[in-house]
């Protein structure tokens, strides 16, 4: 178990390192900067900007430079939000982007589990179409969709809930979670589901079974761990999914999160804001299969041994 | 037929809507009514009204939907021959080959990928040509896996063994036995690749990193929408019911596909 | 009274009655096996009564004098806990993955509601099902244990509680033949000491006998015949009892009269085949070592070992399917080169039939295709009409009739498929069939139909057979001479007979004690 983490951690550094120089380079391949503007600037300007931003050395040098300043936490300064380091904006981003993120996921997960657990107890049952019905319909959902029209529902029409920017209390990040957590709350549902599905017709359910056992305990004791495995190895994805949902979530209800700072920064071409993004982005993503990874081998142990 | 593939007769039922009514439509999708801007719905000629500058709502939602098929079929296809070419190479080959092939397959499986496809967009500019490529390069991942995971099962197989036995050359074996083996499963997977294909180049043009004007896909037309539901909400209802209901039925129609084949 | 009764027995599922008018008795200390071909009911009508079939049991089923039949679920799973446990006979999949051997005996133990049990006696219990490091075992996740050893931990879950009945539904049949008797001994010998009632059931007649007290023969969802193990077995009334018996091979049967072998037509000289370890771990697997056989014209070799002793790799590599590390294939005397690099009247000379006979054909070719494949590479001097009537000819060899040429695979019995697999092997007129494992998937009636094919065919065609098996007793109705395979060696060579007799290795011991 313990070789197994340290394994993974070894191999998640290459991995991240991949990704940064593989999108530094893509982004020192564009054609045009963030300097390009409507109105030419004059060469005099540009050198100087240029070399401000250390734009006009070789492009390993840059790459090491940047490499060795985000190994000390330094992201370099953002081009087109001057007055500030892409540090300062990640740290301004960073938590509403994670709090986001991980109460969707929570929720999703409380939602999507209850769910699929009580649609596989009453398979074939009315409660069970039911169920797996509007899991496939919230699986696709898409939240640009989702999330303008929660804002029209219950921003505009009902007035219940703020529609733009963070304010005091909870109640902000009430529709933009629900717009994340849906589709993935969805998948959840059909995986555990289908997954109790295949394990409750195992051959240890059956010894389970045999015993004596009532069935809630078969259900929770011998059945629930196993059955979870696929939500656990969609953990992964549903993580970068819920990333790339955060950014128009934050787009659409106007949160300063990490994913309006995305978005901006591609528009506008500031490459050291889109790589210090990506590279957080990889290395959280690197992360939560980690721990996904960590999951895996509590639901099943022959996993540890990998 | 009719109602136990309800899901599939409505996406054509949309398909053949989005491919006929600009033949039928009075107006085309970037034509300016000037005498109707923001036009209610039932008004004249406009069914569904007009949009802020004036255009035919449902002039833009079939228009929107054909380019959204249109960059999401062609995406699959690019996956579906992707999936297909890598999967089988690794399952056929097995070994050291499958092992790396596979382990690049999990290591860009662990990437943020929407990401990649961004920086793709902002870096080589915002082509329609690269929505799809640049998709098609992602979805192919599970196909990928599914196709392999196939060929593995299929090659233990002892008709395979007797195929050899039998001189049947290695190419053969792969288009004769192993292909259509695993043509069903894989039909499937493009089926629900298409649904996922369809997300997320409405994404890149919501987030304006896709498709561009004066082109239209149905994520612009929800972005369009969205701006301005203060004004009129059926500007974000329409093409984000269109999506919904097509993303449902496509999703529907290719896990009953899978499940079948599985 | 007998412990456990059933009389007039049905079971239906969803409408349809899959067991009709079974009835059957164990008294304590006693074991009643019932004996059935796959579609039996054999399984249904032991599992049924306790509510663990998807089926509805009818009739009178009494249980330590506590009628089942009209038990409510409650009841059932009463009975179930206090009474009665269960070996099933997957033991790969019957333990739950996830909780420790120690977490499931100690939940058997609890289930009639005895105390928590201390470790010594979660050892103690271990111990007396023979399990070897018991105190280790308990902290271990059941994969990291044998199927043999699995099996073990199985059976002491099942009688930790003390039930008066055990039920053990195809207890051996997963396990490799050498240790089927083991397992077989240890629920003997544990039915003696706690005067245990014992249903068993079982597709094969040789693994219950001298085991079972009573026997119950089972077709189509009905008894057969059922009476004293003994005298079934030495004279039995029913014309399906008699075919059975005699479809199932055994060591003290008349020897079959076999025909003379001509010259040497295969050889091969230290063979050895070593695989690659999976994933990016250094060092080879040796699979099979320096093996060294020779088959005769008109000659059977039985191949036989335990699963994983490398006859089978062996088998691929001679009829060049699978990879030769070193050593040399010698057809006729000259070296037979590797895979393929045969040439056609090479490849022609030698075919294969598989173990499982649905996966030997590809469910989406029809019967003619499949047959004539050989045919489309090896002989492209035919023309089509050429093929075809080849085809008619190979179904008629193996006694099917025409009309299968346009049957799909998925409508084949298994019987059929493997008839369908040999008319492919034999089209091209080879000289040598490896046969790996041809008839272990089949029932035994079945099974004993295809021997009978083959050695029909043999006679007919002075064909070859290499004959890969772990069941000596089939192998001797079919095969001249046995090399016995361990751990990828061939430890023992001889006439079948001879080495029956007097088995020298201990492998071979293993493997005779078995059948």
Known sequence: MFGLITRRLLTAIPTLLVIILASFFLMRLAPGGPFDGERPLDPATQAALQQAYGLDRPLWDQAWLYVSRLVQGDFGPSLVYRDFTVSELIAQGLPISLMLGGLAIVMALAIGVTAGLFAAVRAGKAADKVIMMLATVATALPTFVTGPALALLFGLWLGLLPVSGTGDGVAWLIMPVVALALPVSGAIAKLTRAGLASVLKQDHIRTARARGLSETKILFKHGLRPALVPVASYLGPAAAGLLTGAVVVETVFGLPGLGRYFVQGALNRDYPLVLGVVTLYAALIILFNLFADLIYGWLDPRMREG | ?????????????????????????????????????????????????????GRDRLARLAAGTRITLMVAIAAALVSLIVGIAWGATAGWVGGRVDEVMMRIVDGLYALPFMFIVILLMVVFGRSILLVFVGIGLVEWLTMARVVRGQVMALKQRPFILAAEAAGTPPITILWKHILPNIAGVALAYLMLTVPQVVMVESFLSFLGLGVQEPLTSLGILVKEGADDMDMTPLGLLLPGAVLVVLLVCLTVEGERLRDRFS | MSLYEIRDLAVDIAGNRLVDKVSLAVDAGQCTAIIGASGSGKSLTCLTPFGLTPGVASGLIRLDGIDLASADVGQLSDARRKLAGFVFQQPLTALTPHLTVGAQLQEATMQAGSARPTRAELVRQLERVGLSRPDERLDQFPHRLSGGERQRVM????????????????????????LRAEIMTLLDQLRAEQG?????????????EGHADQLVVMDKGRVVESGPAADIIANPAEEYTRRLIAATPRLDE??????????????????AVEFQRPGWRRGRISAVVDASITVRQGESLALVGGSGSGKSTLGRAIAGIGPVTQGKILWQASALPQRRNRTLEMRRS????????VASLDPQWTVIDIVTEPLRNLRPDLDRAECNDSARQALSDVDLPEEFLTRMPASLSGGQAQRVAIARA?????QLLVLDEATSALDPLVGAEILALLARLQRENGLSL????????????????IAVMDDGCIVETGDIQAVIDHPRHPATQRLVAAS
């Open chain 3, 426 to 430: 034999m089209i091209a007129s080879p």
């Open chain 3, 350 to 357: 030698i075919q294969p039939v598989f173990q499982d006979p």
């Open chain 3, 466 to 481: 290499l004959f890969i098996t772990h069941d000596i007793a089939a192998a001797r109705r079919l095969c001249h001479r």
């Open chain 3, 155 to 178: 059976i002491a879950a099942a009688i930790a509680h003390g039930p008066r009945l055990l039920i053990a539904d195809e207890p051996t049949s997963a396990l490799d033949a050498s």
């Open chain 3, 254 to 271: 008349p020897a079959p009269e076999l025909s003379q072998p001509g010259d040497i037509l295969l050889g091969t000289r230290d063979v």
């Open chain 2, 1 to 53: 037929m009719l109602t136990r593939h309800f899901p599939l007769v409505i996406v054509l039922v949309i398909v053949a809507l989005a491919l006929l009514l600009p033949w039928l439509m009075p107006w085309t999708y970037d034509q300016i009514d000037w005498d109707a801007v923001r036009a209610p719905a039932f008004s004249g000629s406009h069914i569904f009204g007009t949009d802020e500058i």
């Open chain 3, 196 to 208: 245990l009632a014992m249903l068993l059931v079982s597709h094969d007649l040789a693994s219950v």
